[in-house]
């Protein structure tokens, strides 16, 4: 199979794993022999990430990000599963997704979602996005999220904004 389309890649259990644009998981163990391991149940281009993050368990899992929220996949079952992390469309949703510290992370827009795994989960919109949000001379949208030491930064495409910083509650 071909890893042409191939647009977002994760190392995960032994593996390297690519997601195409149209929701294909591709998986390989040696670089050179890639099988398709499964389907995203979304319409082509909705995949916008893919990343580690742990299950309710603690236990790393394999995660699609996408322009309506994180979508787990289950290995033994070979598809993926709805998480309780969705958010209505985005275009540009989830792009620049990002795990820091106990929290998944996803941005749409200028809004950023926090996702903690657990049984319940929880879910909060903790972005620039919130209260009263950015004037509208510095409109744009998240294109990336990166995690430091002490907070989560995201990097801003837009008019009139180069960065801001996203505090982490």
Known sequence: NSTADIKYMAAFN???????????????HNLTDWGEAGQLPLESGYASDLLVYSDAEGVAQLYAIT???????????????????????????????????????????????KYIVGTPG???????ADDDGLPTNNSGRITKLVGTQFDLLASVAGSGLLQTEVKAP
């Open 67 to 113: 322009k309506v929220g994180a979508y787990a996949w289950s290995e033994p079952a070979s598809r993926f599963f709805k998480t309780q992390a969705s958010f209505p469309y985005h275009p540009n949703g989830g792009e620049g997704s990002v795990v820091w510290r106990d929290a998944l992370y996803m941005p749409a827009g200028l809004s950023v979602y």
């Open 122 to 128: 929880t879910f909060a919109s903790v972005g620039p």
């Open 14 to 28: 032994d593996a390297v794993w690519g997601l195409q644009n149209d929701g294909k998981l591709m998986v390989t």
